[in-house]
């Protein structure tokens, strides 16, 4: 089982839909990442939290340190939001190494 | 101005080869780290680096070698390259070590024929 886990692993939905992304991870950890990776390769970070809830936009990311779980939502959704979106944890016992999800690939059809 | 910027962007050469990838980052930032992406899409680590410490992933092969001249650089040596080894790297940087924000380079797509 990976310390990442991340669900679901495709989503295909329409313009406007309200898109969920989740992760769960095993360890304890300093902070937790969400990236954006386009088409073109490039990568994105999106937020970095410890705690709490962080908005920035259409997006929306939460985490529940208790329950070990973080979700990042997109309101509104857009075909430009078609993306590979990868969560990311902060390893404590690992010297703080990051330890990567496999990813989310999402498409938002017009 | 980029914030992170990466050479070369693509690079094809034949196995056996020695290649370097440069990385800068005008962040100030403490801690660099270079990422290989394999075909499944996962992001692994390979080295992370910064003024006191370069923490190795015991899985790299010590064919690959990171080269810190200086707080803003980290460039990664790569020895007798093997087909294995095409794949994206990244590099990538942060103000505190697996805490801080990542900013990312544009990739290095490696092709090793």
């Known amino acids: 089982k990976n310390e990442v886990e991340q669900s679901p692993q495709n989503l295909t939905a329409q313009e406007g839909e309200f898109i969920t992304i989740n992760c769960s991870y095993s360890v304890g950890i300093s902070a937790l990442h969400w990236l954006q990776q386009h088409p073109g390769g490039g990568i994105v970070s999106l937020f970095m939290l410890s705690s709490g809830k962080k908005k920035h936009g259409r997006l929306i990311a939460t985490i529940n340190i208790q329950e070990k779980h973080s979700s990042l939502h997109i309101t509104a959704s857009h075909p430009r939001d078609s993306a590979v979106y990868i969560c990311a944890v902060g390893d404590m016992d690992s010297n703080y190494q990051l330890i990567w999800g496999a990813g989310t690939k999402l498409i938002i059809k017009p | 101005d980029t914030a992170v910027s990466q050479t070369p962007k693509y690079l094809v050469t034949q196995m056996g080869n020695d290649k370097s990838i440069k990385c800068e980052q005008n962040?100030?930032?403490?801690?660099m780290y270079w990422y290989k992406q394999d075909s499944k899409k996962f992001l692994k680590i390979m080295f992370s680096y910064n003024n006191k410490e370069l923490i190795i992933n015991e899985t790299v092969p010590n064919r690959f070698s990171p080269k810190s001249p200086d707080k803003a650089h980290l460039n990664l040596h790569i020895n007798s390259l093997e087909l294995g080894d095409s794949a994206v790297y990244f590099c990538a940087s942060s103000q505190m070590r697996g805490t801080g924000q990542l900013f990312f380079g544009s990739g290095t797509q490696l092709s090793v024929l």
């Open positions: 962040l100030g930032h403490d801690t």
